[in-house]
């Protein structure tokens, strides 16, 4: 299949990450000085740990989906030992760096975060992709402080409205009760997530916390406490998305009008996305 790119199209910089599979590297188109992100992964890693689907679905992915808040993938490419994923780049890095430097984030920086996630998620579920790995690693920053949801390797795709699934993937913190449970599952593990994110960005730790059988027995009997300077309308936001019952959780339109968002989140000032996230991580 013909692709736009070779390895040899590019010079290198410094490292902007690395995973299990492999590594992701600043990077420049060298004919046009076009600058992005070059994620490549080791086809041997791969192939040890059977991850052909994952990377399948995350090129499937990045392909369909075009979206402000949603990190863009320009092309996908590889040669005999690995596969390239030529990607935006967020030269603020990961949410979760602003979340150690910070150690928590006020009610109106989280629920802007917030307010961009659900519409990123409500957009991907147009799409019938659940992401299913949502957490503040996966969430990259903007040169505009604009969030960046990133990072679809283990996201699935929804191809009849009721069609379920069963696979357990993830991040256990961010675990729905389905999947903890090893039931049938569909869009709502996402909106349980950003309940959990919510929680994590407020408190700067995760709502179900511990070692993993009681971070498995927690979420299972949803047994979280909030600190005491959660505002009520926090709390309510949370609650209404911590539900063990999918069917009871709040949908993402009804979080984007609830009153904590619709009180606290930085909406509309450069365009529909502008949130006042700056911090110099340089310090």
Known sequence: EDRLFTVDDFEFGRPLGKGAFGIVYLARLKKTKFICALKMLHKSKINEYSMAEQVKIETES???LNHPLILTMYDVFHDEKRFYFMLEYAPHGQL?????????????????YIYQICHALEYCHSKSIIHRDLKPENILVDCCGNLKLADFGWSTKIRHADTMNT???????????EIVGHKQYQYQVDNWCVGVLAYELLAGRAPFEGTDDETKSKIA??????PDYFSPPARRF???LLQKDPKKRMSLLDCIAHPW????AYKYMFGPYKCPIYVNMDE
């Open 62 to 64: 990045g392909f369909k």
């Open 238 to 240: 949370i609650d209404n």
């Open 221 to 226: 009997n949803i047994n979280y406490k909030f």
């Open 96 to 112: 979760y760096r602003f979340l150690q430097k910070l150690r928590r984030f006020s009610d109106r920086l989280a629920a802007s």
């Open 261 to 264: 968002l619709q009180k606290n």
């Open 167 to 177: 696979t357990a993937c993830g991040t256990l913190d961010y675990l729905a009760p």
